[in-house]
């Protein structure tokens, strides 16, 4: 399995910006796309971008598209979330995730990703 540790969740005010990281390590060949997800209280996990190390494709749903920026550092095995104009409803624990499907498109599926970080607090308040 891969190892994933996400970074760089805190406090911010509507309108701001942070970058969120995910770093990989261990069996990290098996894995296709890494993906982003959220946590809000009381709401189910959603997926909320995602991005395949083929060729680096991305996916963005509706909810963050045009706000927020996944990429990849391939020398640091790292994925970024790159996230501005943060909104209230953004709130959320922010877990990055890896699956050994090879597939990063609409409909960002919970259940293909297996291997999960322990999550980030983005809270977003005036």
């Known amino acids: 399995q891969v190892q994933l540790v996400e970074s760089g969740g805190g406090l911010v005010q509507p309108g701001g910006s942070l970058r969120l990281s995910c770093a990989a390590s261990g069996s990290t060949a098996v894995y296709f796309a890494i993906g982003w997800f959220r946590q809000a209280p009381g709401k189910e996990r959603e997926g909320v971008s995602c991005?395949?190390?083929?060729?680096?494709?991305?996916h963005y749903e509706d909810s963050v598209k045009g706000r927020f920026t996944i990429s990849r550092d391939n020398a640091k095995n790292t994925v970024y979330l790159q996230m501005n104009s943060l909104k209230p409803e953004d709130t959320a624990v922010y877990y990055c995730a890896a699956t050994p499907y090879n597939y990063c498109g609409p409909g960002i599926v919970t259940a293909a990703y297996d291997s999960w970080g322990q999550g980030t607090q983005v809270t977003v308040t005036s």
């Open positions: 991005i395949r190390i083929s060729d680096l494709s991305t």
